[in-house]
Structures are given as C-alpha cells and as structure tokens.
C-alpha cells in the first residue's frame, strides 16, 4: 500500500484529505502542520509521496520541499495549495515537486496528480499549466522570478499584508533580517514601498 504524508496548517484540510485518501486505499502514515514538522515526519517514516502546502508557518512549504530533496532526490512531493498563480507553480516546480494542484481544484484531479507520481510522472493542473505555457511562450521577463526562495517567502508575506515583526515570527528570524530582506526584494524589484510590491503582485497574478 502507497503511504502518505499530510502537511497543512489547517487541522480540517487534513481531516478531509485524510478521509478522502483512506477511502481511495492509501495509508496516512503522519500528519503535519508546520514544515519542521513535515521534515521530521518525513524523515520517521519516509513515505510514498508528501502532500505538502506552501503557506505555513515557520518553514515555508518550498523551504520544506528542499530539505527533503536534499536528503532523496527521489523523493515524491506533490504540492496542494491554494495558490492558483504560475509565479508559485513555476517556483515549486523548479524546487523539485513532482506536481501541483490548487486547492480549488475537484478532488478527482488531486487523486488523478497522486496516481501519476505515484506511477513515476509529473502532473500539473491543466489550467496551471496552460498559464505557464503561455506566459514562457511571450518571452516576457517576471522581475519576481529574480527572488530566493527567502526572498519570495518575505514578498508574498508582505503583501499580503504582514508586518516585518509578524514576518520574523513566522520564519523564525530576527526583525533585522527580515528588514534586510525587505531591502533586497525592493533593490531587485526596483520598487520603493510595500504599496509598489503590492501593484507588482497584482499585476503578475499573485495577489
């Protein structure tokens, strides 16, 4: 039997998923609500595949995703998130998920994403993917694709609307570092404010 992961913040996400995927026939061997918790579970148990969410507090779900890369590279992490935008499908992609679905997405389809990875396959959703596409077939340059992983995990915090304190707790870093950070996306972004941050969101999709 195939044994999965489950990491999400939301308790009732994971229940739902946990009864969605018993009744498909998989095993939930862990659950975790936070990346640090995630990376412990995964490294215990070493499942068949992780669902994995993207936005948790403390270790980010691509920080996540990374560490666990790092100790197998064949490790299968399929991200669910409510990220609808290419900017973060791009991103986890590139960070080694084997595939993304959107939370807004029929069950159907994240039970069809599991089957494929399981099966050795890539699977992204259509609608996802065709954006994609699209958007490498313009040529046009994204200055967001410029940040971290670090960088990104700030920027789309901040505008979202956190505080620079709210921020350092939630990734476990000082003030300081988080107001450095700040510094370096707005050099590499060419903006001056939170306000611009947030203009250059929307207009990319993220927001």
Do not use: C
Request: net charge negative.
């Amino acid at each position: 039997m195939n044994r999965l992961l489950l990491v999400d913040d939301h308790a009732v996400i994971r229940q739902g998923l946990r009864t969605l995927l018993e009744q498909a026939g998989y095993e939930i061997v862990a659950e975790a609500g936070s990346g640090e918790q995630a990376y412990i579970a995964w490294q215990k148990h070493r499942p068949s595949l992780v669902l994995l969410d993207l936005d948790m507090p403390g270790m980010g779900g691509l920080e996540t995703l990374q560490r666990i890369l790092a100790q197998d590279a064949m490790a299968k992490v399929l991200v669910f998130t409510m990220y609808d935008d290419t900017i973060h499908a791009a991103r986890a992609i590139r960070a080694g998920a084997r595939g993304y679905v959107v939370k807004s997405d029929d069950p159907d389809i994240l039970l069809q994403a599991i089957q494929q990875i399981l099966a050795g396959k890539r699977f992204i959703g259509h609608e996802i993917a065709q954006q994609i596409a699209v958007e490498q077939s313009s040529g046009l340059d994204n200055p967001i694709n410029s940040l971290t992983q670090r960088e990104f995990e700030v920027f789309s915090r901040l505008v979202a609307g956190d505080s620079l304190g709210e921020i350092a707790s939630q990734l476990n870093i000082s003030q300081k570092s988080a107001a450095n950070i700040q510094t370096q996306i707005r050099q590499k972004l060419n903006v001056q404010s939170t306000s611009q941050m947030v203009h250059l969101a929307i207009s990319h999709g993220i927001l």
